[in-house]
Nanobody, 113 residues
Framework: QVQLVESGGGLVQAGGSLTLSCAAS????????MAWYRQAPGKQRDLVAW???????NYADSVKGRFTISRDNAKNTVYLQMNSLKPEDTAVYYC???????WGQGTQVTVSS
């Protein structure tokens, strides 16, 4: 069974921080590259950050230096620490493997100016 449960979103002022969490089912998480995606209103869903099963990380240019992705293999959980948030980071954030499979409900992040 495919299950992804994102949490940790909210409303924050520009310059603030949030940490997102994603609990994944074992069949998605184990051995796979995991990623965070985001979708702003009226825009496509974009890949934001990803982490391999071995812990190597990569980031979209727009978040590099501000966001940090990590994973806890014992808990089948992936995290996204977001610092120095900007209004353009406002979106629904989703986690999934790479390549993606069925989506969870996502978590809304809203950054006010």
């Amino acid at each position: 069974q495919v299950q992804l449960v994102e949490s940790g979103g909210g409303l924050v002022q520009a310059g603030g921080s949030l940490t997102l969490s994603c609990a994944a089912s074992r069949n998605i998480f184990v051995g796979n590259t995991m990623a965070w995606y985001r979708q702003a209103p009226g825009k496509q869903r974009d890949l934001v950050a990803w982490i391999t099963s071995g812990g190597n990380t990569n980031y979209a240019d727009s978040v590099k230096g501000r966001f940090t992705i990590s994973r806890d293999n014992a808990k089948n959980t992936v995290y996204l620490q977001m610092n120095s948030l900007k209004p353009e980071d406002t979106a629904v954030y989703y986690c999934n493997r790479v390549p993606w499979t069925s989506w969870g409900q996502g978590t809304q992040v809203t950054v006010s100016s």
